[in-house]
């Protein structure tokens, strides 16, 4: 009996955090990210892009981009995370979401928005931030990519993620590979009052 209880408590509190995520009221919803490289707030904007907000803080409030790396790093262009543990292990993820590209938000220097393939509907766990004003990202003769929030503290720490060495890494056949690992070590909604 004290098992199912526990159980039950357990499972009350998973639901807890996942509603809290989900919690509708909470319209432009904040997230911390710490990094090795300092800290970065997010605010993000459920307005525009509820689908993208609720998935992302889905990632977030279950532990999924805690110790992660950023991958993908092209200055003057994006800092890409969210897809591979510290040692480039992909991610458990959830369903790809529908794309909100059309949401009248821009891929503009300090904003976050979702990566994906080369079809309109493959975002799922995957973010970059926009170091530069990238104008074809944003919707137009094709889909584009999904601004959901933009960087209201820590703007600095991303631009200095930009400028970080990367490579070619061979192991991976992957272009533009941080030589020095930078990590998310813990992403944290916030509660509303911040």
Excluded: C
């Amino acid at each position: 009996m004290k098992i199912f209880s526990l159980f039950l408590l357990l499972l009350s509190f998973t639901l807890s955090a996942q509603n809290l995520a989900l919690d509708p009221t909470n319209i432009y919803p904040k997230v911390k990210f710490e990094t090795s490289m300092g800290d970065i707030i997010l605010e993000l904007d459920r307005v525009k892009a509820p689908i993208t907000v609720d998935n992302f803080l889905m990632y977030v409030v279950n532990g999924r981009y805690n110790n992660t790396l950023f991958h993908r790093i092209m200055p003057d262009f994006i800092v890409q995370g969210g897809g591979y543990d510290t040692e480039f292990g992909p991610i458990e993820l959830y369903n790809d979401i529908v794309n909100e590209s059309g949401n009248g938000s821009k891929n503009e220097v300090g904003t976050i928005a979702m990566a994906k393939e080369n079809r309109p509907h493959t975002a799922n766990s995957q973010f970059f931030f926009n170091v530069g004003d990238n104008k074809n990202l944003d919707p137009g003769r094709h889909w584009g990519y999904t601004v959901f929030g933009n960087i209201i503290e820590g703007e600095e720490v991303m631009t200095a993620m930009s400028e970080v060495k990367t490579h070619f890494d061979e192991s991976l056949s992957w272009d533009d590979v941080p030589i020095k690992p930078v990590i998310l070590i813990k992403a944290t909604l916030l509660p509303e009052d911040n």
